[in-house]
């Protein structure tokens, strides 16, 4: 009977600091109301929530190491992180208005930093601004999908846009030989299954990760020496904020069941609306 109340779809740690008592920095109490939403969203998805609130940066590079640390069952399958606050173009800032550096936090996330869950998908939804540009957008009055007139479209200068990576930030992309030629080992993978599939494109981005995974794998075993500095060979998906499209991607990326790193913020260099 123990047993059946374990059972999850995954774990989330929600972040969200109001700064209402940090010298220098806007307050934002919206936080703690966004903070609740995405926790009773996901768990209506039968995940397992920890909302953390206004802690310092040792306080939040604590809670990192637990998660980071965590063990779950078979039964879960996503590991979710999200944090609404301030930030600007390299770092998240914690209550007590230090820099907490977004490159660490991503890193804390990979495979060989969270060695219980690595076989778990890792989802990270960032909600504060990246810079102090403002995105004035672009207005359409035309649908360009099927011509239809519209009163109005605002639309992100990023949005719709989809940007995967062969590899992760500060790694090479892997090739291998063919004779004398060394020949990518992703971009072949992902023609031939965007040649041969009606499935949406993450749906084919997490298979060409998957295959990745296999075929590294497997030259590994037949010849350590091909590569001499072994590493999670992923993808990394910066999808733009977009108001149209955000629900159905995440929609995607849940029943894609794949494998990689999703991180869903604002545009490098923008605000984010408050």
Not at 67 to 92: I, M, W
Not at 200 to 207: F, H, Q
Request: aromatic share 10%.
């Amino acid at each position: 009977m123990e047993q059946a109340s374990e059972q999850f779809l995954g774990l989330a740690f929600v972040f969200a600091n109001d700064y209402t008592t940090t010298p220098g920095f806007k307050p934002l109490p919206g936080t703690h109301t966004d903070a609740r939403a995405l926790r009773s969203a996901l768990e209506s998805l039968h995940f397992k929530c920890s909302v953390f609130t206004n802690l310092s940066a040792a306080e939040f590079a604590l809670e990192l190491d637990r998660l980071t640390s965590s063990r779950a069952p078979d039964c879960c399958k996503y590991v979710v992180f999200s944090f609404c606050g301030h930030g600007n173009e390299q770092s998240l800032f914690a209550q007590d208005g230090k820099e907490l550096p977004m490159g660490n936090l991503v890193d804390k996330f990979n495979a060989d930093q969270m060695k219980n869950l690595a076989s778990r998908i890792r989802l990270l939804f960032i909600d504060a601004c990246r810079g102090v540009r403002r995105d004035d957008g672009v207005m359409l009055t035309v649908d360009s999908r099927g011509g239809k007139l519209l009163p109005y479209a605002l639309l992100p200068l990023g949005s719709n846009m989809l940007v995967a990576y062969s590899t992760l930030n500060g790694y090479v992309s892997q090739e291998v030989k063919d004779g004398q030629v060394s020949k990518s080992m992703w971009m072949p993978i992902l023609a031939e299954e965007l040649a041969k599939t009606n499935e949406s494109i993450l749906s084919v981005l997490t298979t060409v990760n998957r295959k990745m995974i296999e075929y590294s794998t497997e030259l590994k075993r037949v010849n350590p020496l091909i590569f001499p500095q072994s590493h999670f060979v992923g993808y990394t998906l910066f999808v733009p904020c977009n108001l149209y499209h955000d629900a159905q991607i995440f929609g995607q990326w849940m029943s894609a069941g794949g494998y990689g790193t999703f991180v869903l913020c604002t545009h490098p260099g923008s605000h984010s609306i408050a």
